[in-house]
């Protein structure tokens, strides 16, 4: 079954790459665009796939890691325009790979210190924390105002990459493209490790794992972290995609959003956020078409594919998951 | 400092923290009987509170829109339970999660389309519109107070219907072993409805009540659920006794920490600068309590308790 | 006489008024099958998973291989050496056979933070992990699911666990629970070349098992220790005859 997967799973990066390069080609680069955001939030749901698909750990708060990525693309980009130093001397920055490597500092970070205390519970109550605690980071950054409160914060020109001209579309999704397929392969090594097999284990029967040694506190929050880093990532680039980031990012709807994705998909599966993206923007994009209304309708696919098809949409064509 | 604005904002407190109950004695009265998470609890909040606010535009009687907001908030709670909740007992809780999530999709978006998305107001009825004088001097509003009564009433409610009553028996009894109680010929999935029909019907009454105070509008319920959560991680999962105390707890620190702190943050800092430390400080205060709970009772502080 | 590899001290554990634990001495020699019996809700399981480190005890003292772990978690004490099988059997479901116990060698064999090596090419850990389903018996169902194998498989995939894990001692739960007698037979003989390598605290209801195997039995009931010795002391002790017989007065 996994051999299925597999195809449909390269067929559909595939297809990702060629319509924005036909797109782009035939003028239309608002099809572009819509790759991009397919893209990045492809790669936030791979970050929390991690967690949620590997670790079993349901984080209603990846919104936070999402958000904070994109604080740090927005916080460096304003800083580097406006010339002022952040903090202690330390100057904003334009550039890409930094940026990316602070989000998925902060992202980690972030990650390590609500997973650290929520990660002392499970079931419920790790949702509900994990909630709360995104619900928190939203409240500081509305409250905050320096970086623009409630009204966000504007990236007046996109950042810039090394040799890649990032202002015009294709370029841009093609960074982001590259950072998915290197997030994918990321998760599939992970899976496939000592470090995955602890973490798949742990989901399974954590009182079996620490039978043999391994204390599961440990192993969850090292993924909890890697997730958090990752989701991190894509909202830096999500706030290059829109040039704007807000508390909108770090929303409630977002999280939930995030794992609407991976459901959609089917989770724990490499190639279901993916799936998923795919499948909620066209959503999105058609059915935004045809009425204002679209979410009621997302609602009631949601509702459907829960109550009736609990392999995500991958499960229907290529069967159950099986793991190990 | 005057002891009369420190009285108002415990007052504003207390009822903010009333409202928590409302909510979340539903939810954890849903999770204790039923092992399920509803994040649609806010919907049912925000159906309450547009029910009043239709009903008593159409009506002129705000007592009339809050019959209404009970009977929608419970006639909405008893038709989710019997068309999609039923269905995830059992399942695990990122199955509910999710399609409680859908829910609030639904339930959003059908509201907007039926009322727009533009807000309604509703009006403090007549007879709780005046104000009240506290000790020390300041008015404080009638209404206010009349909330904190309504909360208090339906605590004990509450305490006597699980304490006295054959139901409460029985949702006790659900509590602890399903299977015992469908063995002595109850009728579970009956109780079920009731219960969460019943925890719909305090969500939608919170929803009416504080809708004369803010604004009705799509959305409103999510903040609040996620508050309510707060309330249950703090009190344990289960516990109504918790739930009272989680949600009067909050409710005063977090309306406390938005005064004091800036005052706190003024000794020694300019004051705007003050307001804006002390501001952002005060937002993130009961998450922080939480926290510390947490570090210390991981399972809250009344878990295993009704 | 040999230093005992594990040795339990005045341990106490109540559950409100019960005395589950009631100021528990016992050790366990190397080389040796120790049992331990008594009634249903002896408190046996709880005597085992304060030794695993599941349950604290409220007082009293755990000694292994020289040094108190009395405070140690469950997952420390694996490491130290304490190889522990379940009374319900406890395995990854969705895991084969050979994933479940590679989990264990790779548990003993360097860290669980290893990140991009695939384990399943790596003969480290699939050729001990291996070489212990084939002691038990369970080569030949290696890729099966835990999920789906038989009530008996996974009991054996249970010691096949405990054995990859190196242990120096073996908590033994019930590991006849539900077998055949054939099976029974075949673990008893197992079990009896096992002593040699590591010692087994075992506790069993089947008695044929226990008589055959035992150097020492310990009997609690009400959670106390009313008789330990030899199997020929244990068979003669008139507290055990009264206890499970009911005889004399």
Known sequence: MRGRETIIGIALMALLLVVPAVASQAGEPFYVTLATRIAILALAATGLNIALGLGGLVSFGHAAFFGVGGYVAGILAAHAMSMEPILLGIPGTKQMLVIWLVALAAGGLLALAIGAISLRTTGV????????????????????????GEDGLPILLRNQFPGVNTLKPLPFFLICYVLLAAGLAFFALLRGSRFGAALQASRQNDTRLAAVGIAPYRVRLAAFVISGAITALAGALFADLNRFVSPSMLSWQMSGELIVLIILG??????????????????????????????????????????????????????????? | MQLALVIEQLLNGLQLGVMLFLMAAGLTLIFGVMGLINLAHGSLYMVGAFACAAVAAWTGSFWLGLVASLAAAAAAGAVVELLVVRRLYGRDHLDQVLATFALILVFSEGTRWLFGSFPLYLDIPPLLSGAVSL???????????????????????????????????????????????AALGVDVATLYTLVFALGAALAGLAGAMVGAIQSVQVGMGEPV???????????????????LVGALLVGVVDTLGRFLLPQLFGLFMAPSQAGLVGG?????????????????????????EV | MAEPVLAVSGLVKSFGALRATDTVDLDLRPGEIHALIGPNGAGKSTLINQIAGALRPDAGTIRFAGEDITQLGVAERARRGLGRT????????????????????????????????????????????????????????????????????????????????????????????????????????????????????????????????????????????????????????????????????
């Open chain 2, 135 to 181: 000790p020390g001097g300041s008015q404080y509003p009638l209404y206010r107070l009349a909330i904190i009564g309504v909360g208090i009433l339906v605590a004990v409610g509450l305490y006597l219907l699980i304490s006295r009553t054959r139901l409460g028996m029985r949702i006790r009894a659900g509590e602890s072993d399903r299977e015992m109680i």
């Open chain 1, 125 to 148: 109550y790790f949702i509900m924390i994990t909630l709360a605690f995104a619900q928190m980071v939203y409240y500081f950054a509305v409250s905050w105002p320096a970086y623009g």
């Open chain 1, 266 to 324: 089917g989770v724990g599966r490499l190639s279901g956020p993916v799936v998923g993206a795919i499948v909620y923007v066209v959503l999105e994009y058609v059915l935004g078409g045809i009425t204002e209304r679209w979410q009621l309708f997302l609602g009631l696919v949601l509702l459907v594919v829960v109550l009736f098809a609990r392999g995500g949409l991958i499960g229907l064509v290529a069967g159950r998951a099986r793991h190990g």
């Open chain 3, 86 to 249: 379940f009374q319900v059997s406890s395995l990854a479901p969705e895991f084969s056979a050979l994933r479940n116990v590679m989990l264990a060698v790779q548990a003993v064999s360097g860290s669980s933070f290893r990140f991009f090596r695939p384990v399943m090419g790596d003969a480290r850990l699939t050729g001990p992990a291996m070489a212990a389903l084939e002691r038990v018996g369970l080569a030949e169902r290696a890729r099966i699911p835990a999920a789906e194998l038989s009530h008996g498989e996974r009991r054996q995939l249970e010691i096949a666990i405990a054995l990859a894990l190196g242990s120096k001692a073996f908590l033994l739960d019930e590991p006849m629970a539900g077998m055949g007698p054939e099976g029974s037979k075949r673990l008893t003989g197992f079990l009896d070349g096992l002593r040699a390598e590591a010692p087994i605290l075992l506790v069993e209801h089947d008695m044929n098992a226990v008589f055959a195997l035992a150097d020492r039995i310990t009997v609690l009931v009400y959670g106390k220790v009313i008789a330990s010795g030899s199997v020929e002391q244990i068979r003669r002790d008139p507290a055990v005859r009264k206890a499970y017989l009911g005889e004399g007065a």
């Open chain 2, 280 to 304: 952002a400080l005060a937002s993130m205060l009961i998450y922080v309590v939480m926290a510390l709970i947490l570090a210390f009772r991981p399972r809250g502080l009344f878990a295993g």
């Open chain 2, 225 to 243: 659920l996620i508050l309510a959560f707060v309330v249950i991680v703090i009190g344990g999962i289960g516990s109504i006794r918790g739930a």
